[in-house]
Structure formats: structure tokens, C-alpha cells
């Protein structure tokens, strides 16, 4: 038997909001991560939003949270947290320069289009803007050796050095129906608060509490 705690405001990590935007397909708890990243203020935790947002009764939802938390993709606040606010187009680059350890981070829309950037001139992040379009198009004529045959999951490309660190990396990112492409130079920094702030801009702008 589980029991809740619901004196806490719930916030994703750095890893849960990397597993909110993981995959197109919506399960239970992607789908609780993308509320919260979807609201403008984190959400007081009780059984009645839980249920409601992941579909599950009772035990099975509150078991739900608790492997969630085990799995280190959700904490409890005791002060409620608020999106962040501004502009979309001027917030992303204070965050994204903080995703690699050189500070040089594109992120592209589906379309080839970077919607912005930090460290790279501008030519250069519409170059890789466009590259990033053609990487999305080769990994889905190759998703059946990808996933079903390697069993890779995940999605992500890199140019390595030949100490196999990457020089550069692609990593998809899905939300609200969109599909971005987050292009690090250097040394990924995921595991960071700006990361979480990133996925929660972006949750404001295609989540599912705006449609």
C-alpha cells in the first residue's frame, strides 16, 4: 500500500524532463511530466490530479508516482515553482548555453530551422539547423535497424573524436506534437537545472494545458 504526500508542490528533474521529451509516444508518466512542463506553476500533488492526469485509479496511480520518484524523474518542493517567464525566443539562450561544457547549443525545429542558439554565429547554427532536418529523415528511413534490430533506443547522433567522445551531438526532442533536434557542441551538460527549464519553455508554448 502506498501512501501520498500532499503538502509537496511535484517538479521534474533534469531526467524526467529528458524522458517528457524521450519519445512521441504518450504513456502515463510522460504524459504527468508533460502536464506539469505544460502549467505555469508546479502543481500541489493529490490523488485526484494524479488520476486525472495519468489515467490510472487508486493504487496502480499511486504506485505510478512512487517508481517515478525511484526512478529520480520527479521531486517534491515545498514552495511551489513558476515557469519561466518572458519571450520564448529570448529566454532559450541563457539555457542553452548552460547544456555544454563550451556553451556552443542550437535547437532546431523539424523543419531545418533553429529557433535558437548560444555560441554559434548565426550561418553556422542554419547550417547545422539544416543538417539536423536531414538526420531526423535518415534515422526514420532507418528506425527498423535502429530500434528493432540493434535495439538502440533513443535517437540521438554524434560526430566522435577518436577517443569516442562527441564532438557534437543530435538529440531528438518531442513535445505537443513537435519534434526539435537540441545540437550540442562539445561535452553534453543535461543534468542541469536549465535543461529542465528548456523542456519547460517549450511546455508553454505546444504543451497540452495550452491546447
Same mark, same amino acid.
Given at each position: 500500500?502506498?501512501?501520498?504526500?500532499?503538502?509537496?508542490?511535484?517538479?521534474?528533474?533534469?531526467?524526467?524532463?529528458?524522458?517528457?521529451?524521450?519519445?512521441?509516444?504518450?504513456?502515463?508518466?510522460?504524459?504527468?511530466?508533460?502536464?506539469?512542463?505544460?502549467?505555469?506553476?508546479?502543481?500541489?500533488?493529490?490523488?485526484?490530479?494524479?488520476?486525472?492526469?495519468?489515467?490510472?485509479?487508486?493504487?496502480?496511480?499511486?504506485?505510478?508516482?512512487?517508481?517515478?520518484?525511484?526512478?529520480?524523474?520527479?521531486?517534491?518542493?515545498?514552495?511551489?515553482?513558476?515557469?519561466?517567464?518572458?519571450?520564448?525566443?529570448?529566454?532559450?539562450?541563457?539555457?542553452?548555453?548552460?547544456?555544454?561544457?563550451?556553451?556552443? !547549443?542550437? /535547437?532546431? #525545429?523539424?523543419?531545418?530551422?533553429? $529557433?535558437? +542558439?548560444?555560441?554559434?554565429?548565426?550561418?553556422? *547554427?542554419?547550417? %547545422?539547423?539544416?543538417?539536423?532536418?536531414?538526420? !531526423?529523415? /535518415?534515422? #526514420?528511413?532507418?528506425?527498423?535497424? $535502429?530500434? +528493432?534490430?540493434?535495439?538502440?533506443?533513443?535517437? *540521438?547522433?554524434? %560526430?566522435?573524436?577518436?577517443?569516442?567522445?562527441?564532438?557534437?551531438?543530435?538529440?531528438?526532442?518531442?513535445?505537443?506534437?513537435?519534434?526539435?533536434?537540441?545540437?550540442?557542441?562539445?561535452?553534453?551538460?543535461?543534468?542541469?537545472?536549465?535543461?529542465?527549464?528548456?523542456?519547460?519553455?517549450?511546455?508553454?508554448?505546444?504543451?497540452?494545458?495550452?491546447?
Amino acid at each position: 500500500m502506498y501512501r501520498l504526500t500532499e503538502s509537496h508542490y511535484i517538479y521534474p528533474t533534469p531526467g524526467g524532463a529528458y524522458y517528457a521529451t524521450l519519445s512521441p509516444k504518450i504513456e502515463p508518466a510522460r504524459m504527468i511530466l508533460q502536464r506539469i512542463l505544460g502549467g505555469t506553476e508546479t502543481p500541489l500533488l493529490n490523488l485526484e490530479l494524479l488520476q486525472s492526469w495519468s489515467g490510472l485509479e487508486g493504487e496502480e496511480a499511486l504506485e505510478l508516482i512512487h517508481r517515478m520518484q525511484a526512478r529520480g524523474f520527479v521531486q517534491g518542493l515545498e514552495q511551489p515553482q513558476r515557469a519561466p517567464a518572458g519571450r520564448m525566443e529570448e529566454l532559450l539562450p541563457s539555457f542553452l548555453r548552460e547544456l555544454s561544457d563550451d556553451g556552443k !547549443v542550437v /535547437l532546431a #525545429e523539424s523543419q531545418g530551422l533553429y $529557433v535558437g +542558439s548560444s555560441g554559434y554565429p548565426h550561418e553556422t *547554427a542554419v547550417e %547545422l539547423s539544416a543538417l539536423s532536418s536531414e538526420l !531526423v529523415d /535518415l534515422q #526514420e528511413r532507418h528506425a527498423g535497424l $535502429v530500434d +528493432s534490430n540493434l535495439g538502440l533506443a533513443g535517437g *540521438a547522433w554524434a %560526430l566522435v573524436n577518436a577517443a569516442g567522445n562527441s564532438e557534437i551531438g543530435f538529440w531528438p526532442l518531442f513535445y505537443g506534437g513537435e519534434r526539435f533536434t537540441l545540437i550540442a557542441g562539445g561535452m553534453p551538460q543535461f543534468n542541469c537545472n536549465a535543461f529542465t527549464s528548456l523542456v519547460w519553455v517549450l511546455g508553454q508554448r505546444y504543451g497540452r494545458n495550452n491546447e
